[in-house]
């Protein structure tokens, strides 16, 4: 008689959508991607970069801790991969949207997870807006970022990314 599988296990994740509103500053040009300034009449999302080759790109997330909220869990790790500077706004601190997937199976054999997990199911939290401060990357789980309009977020992410968090983008 043959064991029923185990159930998959994905670790539960918490991202956030920050989000800069168009400014009422005008005339501004040739600012670089780190720039909160940079196209004013547009709005900007911020995305930070993974030390990894493949889907390095991405909205800050990371790993929710038992007793906390969903937003709770996303500021924190917004905290810890940005640094403090960055201000924020929650509009909504609900969970609008959830996509799962699996870790490369590299990065499950080297980590062992504990928790015997093989991919994570983020919960998105959205409508985080801007306030004031800047991303300061932590230079460990995030080595880079950058304050990009929707068209630009193409250049940055992975298709299948792009389709989960698409309906998510005020």
Not at 134 to 141: A, H, I, N, T, Y
Request: charged share 30%; net charge neutral.
């Amino acid at each position: 008689m043959s064991q029923a599988p185990l159930a998959e296990i994905y670790r539960s994740v918490s991202g956030i959508i920050v989000r800069r509103l168009p400014l009422k500053e005008t005339g501004l040009s040739g600012l670089g991607f780190k720039d909160t300034r940079r196209k004013p009449t547009e709005k900007l999302y911020l995305l930070v970069k993974k030390p990894r080759k493949n889907h390095a790109w991405q909205f800050p997330q990371g790993g929710q801790e038992k007793n906390e909220t969903a937003a709770e869990a996303a500021l924190r790790e917004l905290r810890e991969e940005c640094g403090s500077d960055l201000k924020v706004n929650l509009v909504d601190n609900s969970a609008i949207g959830v996509y799962q997937y699996k870790f490369p199976a590299k990065f499950v054999a080297s980590r062992k997870r504990k928790d015997g997990s093989i991919g994570a199911k983020v919960i998105t939290i959205i409508g985080a807006d801007w306030i004031s401060g800047q991303c300061q990357p932590d230079g460990e789980e995030i080595i880079d970022f950058a304050w990009l309009t929707q068209q630009e977020l193409t250049e940055y992410i992975d298709d299948d990314y792009k389709e989960a968090i698409n309906p998510f983008l005020l």
